[in-house]
């Protein structure tokens, strides 16, 4: 299916084209989560934490300059499967992951962080390097390790008893 909607044998290109628009942008609000981007038609117009550093913005931030030229399509979903298309490079990938149906965790979106510059180095026959690693975004900040390891079993959030009441001792570290 990834493979059809990137060749746009699925649906054709002019309906691909209105629903990998931003649809959220300002005058929206919010115009998204923050995190993942803002909305298209089915999916989200991929911009991975885009709020941070806009002060009051929040949400309805705007994505960046960055974000919109690499205008990236990706359905982050429940559970540990995130497929995205990359049209700009012409590939399309999928990190999928078993994940505890009692947490929340985050870690398919950081390994998206960390593994999406690797793939686009590999594809161009780039030298993967530090630094070209960090200009296009891919690392993590110590927040996001801890919240990697505050997010795994045992410690997972939000993790809850039989009852629906959340177990105190997802807070212990």
Do not use: N
């Not at 962080?113 to 630094?131: C, G, Q, R």
């Not at 960090?134 to 039989?162: A, V």
Request: one cysteine or more; a negative charge; hydrophobic letters at 40%.
């Amino acid at each position: 299916m990834l493979h059809k909607m990137l060749t746009y044998e699925f649906l054709g290109k002019e309906v691909l084209s209105e629903m990998e628009r931003d649809w959220s942008a300002a005058p929206v609000s919010p115009s998204g989560d923050g995190w993942f981007g803002h909305y298209g038609m089915g999916h989200w117009f991929d911009c991975m934490g885009y709020a941070a550093g806009q002060g009051s913005a929040g949400a309805s931030a705007p994505l960046s300059s960055w974000c919109q030229a690499e205008s990236i399509q990706a359905g982050p979903g429940a559970f540990g499967f995130f497929p995205l298309i990359d049209r700009k490079r012409g590939y399309y990938m999928q990190i999928v992951l078993k994940e505890d149906s009692k947490c929340r965790s985050e870690v398919p979106e950081y390994l998206w962080i960390l593994a999406k510059p690797l793939v686009d180095a590999i594809l161009s026959h780039e030298p993967i390097t530090e630094e070209g690693l960090l200009q296009s975004q891919g690392g993590l900040l110590l927040r996001e390790i801890y919240d990697i390891y505050k997010s795994l079993p045992p410690r997972c959030w939000p993790l809850k008893d039989e009852d629906g009441h959340i177990d105190p001792q997802v807070f212990q570290v």
